[in-house]
């Protein structure tokens, strides 16, 4: 992708200035990009025309209600609090990928048509659990859709898609290109349009040959479907590494959802989760969301001035890559960013917990199973029985079965040394004048871990789990409690252990010394009747 030069010495926003004016259509703009995105661009590109956002009905809801519940997210406060007016560009479309033309009326169609000239498509399902079947008629099937309602947009200039670096799991590099999918993605459409449930099922491991999940397959055969359509459309795909907490916007440490990361600490700090699979020494390859999205705002924004300028029209739809990921060299491991979360866990600890927050990562994955037994299941169980006799619901064992899935699938990603390169997020970031250096920062190079970590806690605290500032006082008592809890527990546990030793020592002995006594005695024999044959 051949970036394109702003003009240094400008005191406006090349970038702003572009979207003015614009029509924009976003799907997925209910998820956590989605948000950000939305409200990034009402705040930095305000002078934009409209933004649809596509957007599910809910039983006896219009529109109108649905647009002002999704404003009520406390990601959109500081935009409300100096611009309440704004919200007046975005509408809500009804809409979903999961019906016959994204299920839009044809008013909605002919106006979308007419008027979009940018697509964001950010709409997925990002399960790592599922079967499929949903993934491949939301990710894949929901994709063509978005295509083809692209196509009839007589005013496109730029469609996003928003990928992953996760869509190709086998490569040990993964490059910013395409790359194609193990299988042609119409005939998976079609396989999955007409085979029943026990059928995809008992083919879907060969399918997915060696990719971790049904994801990670259906993304790549996305882009694949994607590359099917150019010279058609002016698209550019993106992909995001695991994308993390904010540093700044909208608010310092905003997050939604327990996925990734964010469950693993959320587990850890609630003293339910002791041991992790992973190599320490790799790195956590994540970008805070605001970075992701400056980089698909730049994304929009550079697709769109490549078409304008190519002159050979086979050239001017070629679809384009971007790796939205921080730089391996700039990255924390994932044994730094786990110790650094500690400890600040220790200082700012979470008011309700089932135990002291403490275990640790395992390389070795018997060694992590060891530890998962006698330190996840048996504490269950032995706290359920209690829970159960005292006439209480049991829960723990069915919490830690949970906590088991997840990290199970976690530790894929934290136990495989990933490279992505992202020479075109790089400089596409570097090519910025001052003002959109400033506006649009993708910037990481400097990022100070320690303090993001901090405010990526801070920020799980406040806006996933509603714990404010005031009750970190509280929480502080709650952990001193499990810590003497903790170490009168080793303690005792230490104690009986040694105490059972030491009380059955001779009984081990003197059975050690039968052992001994009756296999001599069987070689003897054994060598006698050897002999005397």
């Given at each position: 992708?051949?970036?394109?030069?702003?003009?240094?010495?400008?005191?406006?926003?090349?970038?702003?200035?572009?979207?003015?004016?614009?029509?924009i259509l976003i799907t997925g703009a209910t998820g956590f990009m989605g948000k950000v995105l939305v409200e990034k661009l009402l705040r930095s590109c305000g002078d934009l025309n409209v933004i649809y956002l596509l957007?599910?009905?809910?039983?006896?809801?219009?529109?109108?209600?649905?647009?002002?519940?999704?404003?009520?997210?406390?990601?959109?406060?500081?935009?409300?609090?100096?611009?309440?007016?704004?919200?007046?560009?975005?509408?809500?479309?009804?809409?979903?990928?999961?019906?016959?033309?994204?299920?839009?009326?044809?008013?909605?169609?002919?106006?979308?048509?007419?008027?979009?000239?940018?697509?964001?498509?950010?709409?997925?399902?990002?399960?790592?659990?599922?079967?499929?079947?949903?993934?491949?008629?939301?990710?894949?099937?929901?994709?063509?859709?978005?295509?083809?309602?692209?196509?009839?947009?007589?005013?496109?200039?730029?469609?996003?898609?928003?990928?992953?670096?996760?869509?190709?799991?086998?490569?040990?590099?993964?490059?910013?290109?395409?790359?194609?999918?193990?299988?042609?993605?119409?005939?998976?459409?079609?396989?999955?349009?007409?085979?029943?449930?026990?059928?995809?099922?008992?083919?879907?491991?060969?399918?997915?040959?060696?990719?971790?999940?049904?994801?990670?397959?259906?993304?790549?055969?996305?882009?694949?479907?994607?590359?099917?359509?150019?010279?058609?459309?002016?698209?550019?795909?993106?992909?995001?590494?695991?994308?993390?907490?904010?540093?700044?916007?909208?608010?310092?440490?905003?997050?939604?959802?327990?996925?990734?990361?964010?469950?693993?600490?959320?587990?850890?700090?609630?003293?339910?989760?002791?041991?992790?699979?992973?190599?320490?020494?790799?790195?956590?390859?994540?970008?805070?969301?605001?970075?992701?999205?400056?980089?698909?705002?730049?994304?929009?924004?550079?697709?769109a001035k490549a078409s304008s300028q190519e002159k050979a029209p086979s050239k001017r739809n070629e679809v384009q890559f971007c790796n939205l990921c921080i730089s391996k060299k700039a990255l924390t491991s994932w044994?730094?960013?786990?110790?650094?979360?500690?400890?600040?866990?220790?200082?700012?600890?979470?008011?309700?917990?089932?135990?002291?927050?403490?275990?640790?990562?395992?390389?070795?994955?018997?060694?992590?199973?060891?530890?998962?037994?006698?330190?996840?299941?048996?504490?269950?169980?032995?706290?359920?029985?209690?829970?159960?006799?005292?006439?209480?619901?049991?829960?723990?064992?069915?919490?830690?079965?949970?906590?088991?899935?997840?990290?199970?699938?976690?530790?894929?990603?934290?136990?495989?040394?990933?490279?992505?390169?992202?020479?075109?997020?790089?400089?596409?970031?570097?090519?910025?004048?001052?003002?959109?250096?400033?506006?649009?920062?993708?910037?990481?190079?400097?990022?100070?871990?320690?303090?993001?970590?901090?405010?990526?806690?801070?920020?799980?605290?406040?806006?996933?789990?509603?714990?404010?500032?005031?009750?970190?006082?509280?929480?502080?008592?709650?952990?001193?409690?499990?810590?003497?809890?903790?170490?009168v527990s080793k303690v005792l546990f230490f104690t009986l252990t040694f105490w059972f030793l030491w009380t059955h020592m001779d009984g081990f002995v003197e059975s050690g010394d039968a052992f001994i006594r009756s296999?001599?005695?069987?070689?003897?024999?054994?060598?006698?009747?050897?002999?005397?044959?």
């Amino acid at each position: 992708m051949e970036i394109l030069r702003s003009n240094a010495g400008s005191g406006e926003s090349e970038i702003a200035k572009f979207y003015a004016n614009k029509t924009i259509l976003i799907t997925g703009a209910t998820g956590f990009m989605g948000k950000v995105l939305v409200e990034k661009l009402l705040r930095s590109c305000g002078d934009l025309n409209v933004i649809y956002l596509l957007i599910r009905t809910k039983k006896g809801l219009d529109p109108s209600v649905r647009k002002e519940q999704y404003f009520k997210c406390v990601s959109f406060s500081k935009l409300l609090e100096k611009n309440p007016d704004i919200v007046d560009k975005v509408r809500v479309v009804k809409g979903d990928l999961l019906e016959p033309d994204l299920g839009l009326s044809a008013n909605d169609i002919n106006t979308l048509a007419s008027n979009v000239e940018i697509v964001f498509h950010c709409a997925a399902n990002v399960r790592f659990d599922q079967p499929l079947r949903p993934m491949v008629m939301m990710n894949v099937v929901g994709t063509l859709k978005v295509l083809r309602l692209a196509e009839k947009m007589s005013n496109l200039q730029s469609l996003v898609h928003v990928s992953t670096s996760y869509c190709q799991c086998n490569e040990s590099v993964l490059e910013e290109r395409a790359y194609p999918a193990p299988q042609n993605p119409f005939s998976i459409i079609e396989m999955v349009e007409t085979m029943d449930d026990a059928a995809l099922a008992e083919i879907t491991p060969k399918l997915l040959n060696g990719l971790p999940n049904t994801y990670a397959y259906s993304k790549a055969l996305s882009e694949d479907l994607i590359c099917r359509y150019n010279t058609k459309l002016p698209i550019i795909i993106t992909r995001p590494s695991i994308v993390t907490a904010a540093i700044s916007e909208p608010l310092p440490g905003w997050i939604e959802g327990v996925t990734g990361p964010t469950g693993l600490m959320i587990g850890a700090a609630r003293g339910v989760i002791r041991s992790m699979h992973c190599n320490p020494l790799y790195s956590s390859t994540v970008i805070p969301v605001d970075k992701a999205i400056n980089g698909l705002i730049l994304c929009g924004y550079q697709r769109a001035k490549a078409s304008s300028q190519e002159k050979a029209p086979s050239k001017r739809n070629e679809v384009q890559f971007c790796n939205l990921c921080i730089s391996k060299k700039a990255l924390t491991s994932w044994g730094d960013s786990i110790e650094t979360g500690r400890r600040f866990f220790y200082e700012t600890p979470l008011s309700f917990s089932l135990w002291y927050p403490g275990g640790s990562i395992k390389k070795n994955y018997y060694h992590h199973l060891f530890c998962v037994i006698f330190f996840h299941y048996l504490p269950a169980y032995f706290i359920d029985f209690l829970m159960l006799i005292s006439g209480q619901k049991p829960f723990l064992v069915n919490v830690q079965r949970k906590v088991s899935m997840g990290l199970k699938l976690l530790q894929y990603y934290t136990t495989k040394d990933w490279e992505f390169q992202n020479e075109k997020f790089q400089e596409m970031s570097s090519q910025l004048n001052a003002i959109d250096e400033e506006m649009f920062d993708t910037s990481v190079g400097q990022l100070n871990w320690e303090t993001y970590i901090s405010t990526y806690i801070m920020g799980m605290r406040t806006y996933i789990l509603r714990e404010s500032p005031s009750t970190l006082p509280y929480a502080r008592k709650v952990l001193r409690r499990f810590y003497i809890l903790d170490c009168v527990s080793k303690v005792l546990f230490f104690t009986l252990t040694f105490w059972f030793l030491w009380t059955h020592m001779d009984g081990f002995v003197e059975s050690g010394d039968a052992f001994i006594r009756s296999s001599l005695s069987s070689i003897y024999h054994e060598r006698n009747n050897t002999i005397h044959a």
